[in-house]
């Protein structure tokens, strides 16, 4: 081996000639120094902030007729004021007793049932219609009968009873407690008698409640409280009188009786004066500290979430502060009807007035002090989605809308919300297309997105949405609602936030049909440019680092097809809005972000640039007439100062397919038409332009045909020039193509022209210690430069040959080079860049100046370079 080396170094033939077959190229050089073939980054797409708040941003594909209102009244005559039941969820068991109908009274009076009979006089009719009518009347208003009334005896009696009541009892008792209610001074024993309402019974129905309120057990701090309360008997009345009213404990055991006295009384001394209250003030700011101490009093008497006689009275009375239109006071009722647990259509409106009142940012504040989103996460947690799901729309569009609040968006991700939506989700996922409330599902899947969209901002959300497996629930969702725009879009905007980060992008691409959705996406909404920009934007994402990931996508049916298409489209649209545009006009104002058009090709151009990093992908793509003269196209259209970005990509591109060397590359053929673009990307003040263009030269100029454009075009000069820049990768790129340019013997003089030799020196000394690869590419340079010299005189002035003898010596010195500004982490990379890159050529080249330097004597290192 050795002898061979000595052979080579005799023949003195310069580096990776491309006539030899064995040698490497220039690229190949490149390639292996600073992997010329690199993958390209961009920002993720720009998402504008919607001025306001709605369910469906202004960029909705849905239309006004097609979606749920974002604005709506809301009234308290928008709620069901029956609504006192709770959905428990359990079956109820068919009763054991069989009612029987008595054809015939018996002559035991209380054991027989009296049905009451019609008046026959028309008369009569009127009379009691007029009397219904003013019950409901005043039920509406707010002042509600109990069910039934006793007579204080009876109520003693029940309540001391040990024993549960018959059967036949309890209907004579439910009997003549229903003519009770209309005519309290009836004696007990007219049941009988016909239904009949007269007007004088109205005066003898007030006495009778004013009655109920004087032996109520409530007893309250001041004698003008009490005289305020007797104003209105719905708020008097106290527990006993409507629970034993309607109570029907009787045929239940002591525990029961107990635990309804001490509701009974909890109720009148903690809940009914602030029932009142409510009713009868009338500032907002006494009625919020009204709700709160409601809501604590509650809370502290256990009475959330359960029935309690005095329920649906309280919803009413809560109902009815609606009309107020306060909305602070808003939050406040809400939280306490939700914590109430209403169903129906209450639920629905609850739901739409937080989500109203949550529609300005103002009151995001209020909701967090309120605690509200406790509530909120609730309905999502336990309420049944298929009767319930207007409602979920409404409050997780609130929810949606608070996770806009910095503060409230990591409360929610606190409180498990990742979680909730992931199991909404799977909930939303197992109801099949034809079910009645599938689409009106999709609604809610917009606003849900949408909101994981905001929650994967936070560390902790993406790793709980990692761990609970929700990438895979989205797929399902993306491939059940291909043909929803709004749903395809936020997904794809979550995937987008995910793909920019490793663990993430691994997550996305184990799905096995990823690659074949993405492609769909593409075809179905191709003009659709906000899907269009983040699906090709993950495309890169997921092409950057993995090859395998190159691979697949390339082999997916149509990949490339899709591609072409998406360029074509949004370039043809680019060139269109630009002749629609005056010049004036363009030169006014420059916009901070690229337009749609221009976003697009950005993005889909990085996918072409790492694709090709993949060896056949890259050949495949070389070889593509239409993909290469999409890229000219760019270049010949747009300047660096129109965009740049584009401008760069679609440069950097051309530099990865002009790697390859096969039969029908498209880019040898265009090589001169491409040399001349790049010279617009040369004269530019961009650095980063500028470092683009010279990359491709440094692969082209392995054509003589490109080395005759740049003696002739004086583009050597730039190179030259380029050499004095203080930025190692600008000096590396134009090392390596004059070091293409110094295989040809002609063509090697031209170093000497603007002190090119000087300027490679100092490179090396400049560069040298910290950077192995250029040291490497520089010696190279100077050993072509330097073939078949007769003296080291006739190539280099005095002050670069003792300069380069200096300079080789302690560079050469492993002790001295390799401490040179190095951290310990990186020493053994360096070390075998050292060995086998910058090391033999430098002693070559060492050895070649020693020969032909009349000085012949070692030179002595006393300190470092």
Known sequence: MQSSKNKNVEKSEPFYRPSVPKQKTSAEIINEARNALRTLRTQRPFTPREDQRKLFGSASSRTPDNRPPSTFSLHASSFESGDSRLVSGTRLSPLDHKPKLLSSSTKDEDSSISFPKPPVNPVEVRKVSSARARLCRTASQGYLLPDKIFLPDENKEQVNSEEPAPMDNLSRRSNRSYLAELNPRSSAKDDGIPLVYNEHNKAEEQDFLKGAVTTSPLQFKSGSDQNKIGDKPSSNLSLTDWNKSGNKAGSEDDSRVNETEEEENYWNVKILPIVYELENEDNIENLCLACTSLHEALEEGNMFGKKFKGRSVLLKTLYKLVDIGSEPLGLKLAKIILALKVSGKNLLNVCKLVFKISRNEKN????????????????????????????????????????????????????????????????????????????????????????????????????????????????????????????????????????????????????????????????????????????????????????????????????????ISLFQTYN?????????????????????HPSEGDDVLIKLIRVLANLSIHPSVGAALAANH??????????????????????????????????????????????????????????????????????????????????????????????????????????????????????????????????????????????????????????????????????????????????????????????????????????????????????????????????HHSILQPITITGGC
């Not at 043809?572 to 901070?592: I, R």
């Open 364 to 563: 995001d504040s209020l909701i967090q002090t309120d605690g509200l989103l406790d509530s909120l996460l609730e309905i999502l947690r336990i309420e049944d989605l298929h009767t319930n799901h207007e409602a979920f729309l409404y409050c997780t569009g609130a929810i949606k809308f608070i996770s806009g609040n910095a503060v409230l968006l990591n409360e929610l991700a606190n409180k498990g919300g990742v979680e909730i939506m992931f199991q909404l989700m799977k909930r939303i996922n197992n109801i099949k297309e034809n079910d009645t409330c599938f689409s009106n599902l999709g609604h809610l899947l917009v606003q849900l997105t949408a909101t994981l969209r905001n929650l994967i901002d936070l560390p902790r959300s993406r790793c709980q949405l990692l761990c609970c497996s929700a990438v895979s629930e989205l797929w399902v969702v993306l491939e059940q609602r291909l043909n929803d725009k709004d749903i395809c879009t936020n997904i794809v905007r979550i995937f987008s936030k995910l793909s920019s980060y490793n663990d993430c992008c691994a997550a996305l691409a184990d799905y096995s049909r990823c690659y074949v959705l993405f492609l769909a996406l593409l075809n179905k909404h191709q003009k659709k440019q906000d899907l269009v920009v983040r699906v090709v934007f993950i495309l890169g994402n997921l092409t950057a680092k993995n090859n395998q990931a190159r691979e697949q996508f390339f082999k997916e049916k149509g990949s490339a097809d899709t591609l």
């Open 572 to 592: 043809e649209l680019d060139l269109n809005a630009k002749k629609e545009k005056h010049e004036g006009e363009q030169n006014k104002t420059k916009q901070k």
């Open 626 to 851: 239409h993909v290469v003269a999409l890229l000219i196209t760019v270049l010949e259209y747009k300047s660096i100062d129109d965009c740049e970005e584009l401008v760069i990509n679609a440069t950097a591109t051309i530099n990865n397919l002009s790697y390859y060397k096969v039969r029908n590359s498209v880019i040898e053929d265009k090589k001169l038409h491409i040399a001349e673009l790049l010279l617009k990307l040369l004269m530019s003040s961009n650095m980063d332009g500028i470092l683009e263009a010279v990359r491709v030269f440094g692969n082209l100029s392995q054509y003589f045909e490109i080395c005759d454009f740049i003696i002739q075009r004086k583009v050597y000069k730039f190179m030259v020039a380029l050499l004095d820049a203080k930025h190692q990768d600008v000096c590396f790129s134009a090392c390596g193509v004059l070091l293409n340019l110094t295989v040809d013997k002609n063509k090697r003089p031209i170093l000497k022209e603007g002190g090119g030799i000087k300027k490679l020196v100092d490179c090396l000394r400049d560069f040298g210690p910290t950077d192995w690869q250029l040291a490497c590419l520089v010696c190279k340079t100077l050993w072509n430069y330097s073939e078949n010299i007769a003296s080291a005189a006739s190539c280099f002035e005095d002050d670069d040959i003792n300069t380069l003898l200096v300079l080789l010596a302690s560079l050469l010195d492993e002790e001295l080079a390799l401490d040179y500004g190095f951290d310990r982490d990186l020493r053994n990379y360096h070390k075998l860049c050292w060995e086998t890159e910058f090391k033999p050529v430098a002693q070559k080249l060492l050895k070649r100046i020693q020969n």
